[in-house]
Each structure stands twice: as C-alpha cells, then as structure tokens.
C-alpha cells in the first residue's frame, strides 16, 4: 500500500496556499505537518482526504481492488479534523454503530483487522467503557475528542488524516491516543496529521508548511 501525493497546489480565494507538494508515505510510515497557524496544514489534509481539489496536482493509491479496478485515495483515508463529526443528541453507541455501518470493511485489509472494533471494544480503547450509552453531546469536551477517536477504530482504513488530534486532551488521553496511533502503524496503517504538540512517534517524517509567505519568500 502507498499513498502518493504529487505536485499539489492549493489556493485559499485568489491567493495561492502552498504549491509543488510531493510525497509518498507507505505502510508503516508517518508524517507530521507543522507550521504557524494559516500556514495550509489543515488545507493540505483536507486536499489528501478529498474534500477539497487542488489547483494542480493529483493523490494516487496504489493498491487495487481484487477486481483491478484502481481504489481512489479518498476511499483508504479516515479522516478526524477539527469537528468530531458525532450528533450531540445521539447516544454513542448511535453514533459509532452509524459510522462502523457507513465506512463498513475495506478490500484488501487482511481479516484480522478488516472488520474493525465493536463499538464497546473501541470505547475501551479510548479509555471511556461503560458510557457508550450516554448521549454524546453529555460528554466532556476530552470525552467527546476519545469517542470521535474511537470512531476510527470501529471500522479499518489504511490511511489516518488527523488534524490537531490531541485537541481537549489531557496527558494521560495523549497516552492512550499515541498507543493507538502506534498499533495502527504495526498494522501497517499510514498516519498523516497536523499537529502543534509532539505525537511521540519514532522515525516519523515531518512537512514544515509555511503558507502564503514560504511562497513570496522563494519568488525572491
């Protein structure tokens, strides 16, 4: 598996972000996006996750399905942004059990892993048993950010997108979060995040975006 980025822009309104992007990160492997704030970390991940299209360049995954049709990036990423994507009102069970429904099982993940976590054992893993039936919106700010964790955990994608994941967390969630981040990359899953915070992970490569002003900058 291999998540190839190549020459990507980006424009934010008229101006444009970042340009010339290239990278390519394969299973096991890592990279951390730093840079001030509005420096296009956040964009960036939005561009590989397929929300939003760059002005140039183009995202490949490499893997084909069994029937040899290709596998289009967006389809091997979870992505967790700023939002933890989870309805207050809902209980979270409710919630894991729509999104373990919704992405279901990937082709090519080995069976092991392919169905995912149970909604209860995902809970567990963010350190929050025994309170899958409590509304989400009831949940703590910290809460809140483990459950929208656990949400990666219930149904497998190779590839994590992860924007400022530690994000309400205190020490002892960072703990627990860079275990799982970890165990995903043993796996042989692919971690791609913005972050200000060190994510404790060894060998991990890292992109320094600068935004609009690395671009004036290299005009001169």
């Known amino acids: 598996m291999r998540l190839i980025a190549e020459n990507l822009s980006a424009r934010r309104g008229e101006d444009l972000l970042f340009r010339e992007i290239s990278f390519s990160l394969g299973s096991g ?9 509005g420096s296009g970390k956040s964009t960036l991940l939005r561009v590989v996750a397929g929300f939003l299209r760059p002005d140039t360049g183009t995202m490949r995954w490499n893997a084909p399905r069994a029937d040899g ?3 289009r990036p967006a389809e091997a990423c979870h ?8 309805k207050a009102e809902l209980s979270v069970f409710e919630n894991l059990s729509f999104w373990k429904s919704f992405f279901g099982t990937f082709e090519g993940a080995s069976p092991d892993i392919a169905a995912g976590m149970s909604v209860e054992d995902a809970a567990d893993a963010v350190g929050l048993s025994g309170i899958a039936h409590l509304p989400f ?11 929208a964790f656990a949400k990666l955990l219930v149904s497998w994608r190779p590839v ?8 309400a967390l205190d020490v002892s969630a960072e703990a627990v979060f860079t275990g799982l981040i970890k165990q995903h ?13 060190p994510l404790g992970l060894e060998n991990a490569r890292e992109l320094k975006m600068a935004g609009f002003s690395g671009i004036m900058e290299s005009r001169w």
């Not at 492997?29 to 704030?37: A, D, H, K, P, Y």
């Not at 992505?79 to 989870?86: E, I, K, P, V």
């Open 137 to 147: 919106g009831y949940l703590s700010a910290g809460q809140q950010r483990r459950m």
């Open 29 to 37: 492997e890592s990279m951390i996006l730093t840079g001030r704030n």
């Open 69 to 71: 049709e290709t596998i």
């Open 160 to 167: 994590w997108i992860l924007d400022e994941p530690t994000a």
């Open 79 to 86: 992505y967790l942004g700023h939002r933890n994507a989870m």
């Open 185 to 197: 990359l043993s796996d042989g899953g692919i971690l791609l995040a913005a972050t200000h915070q």
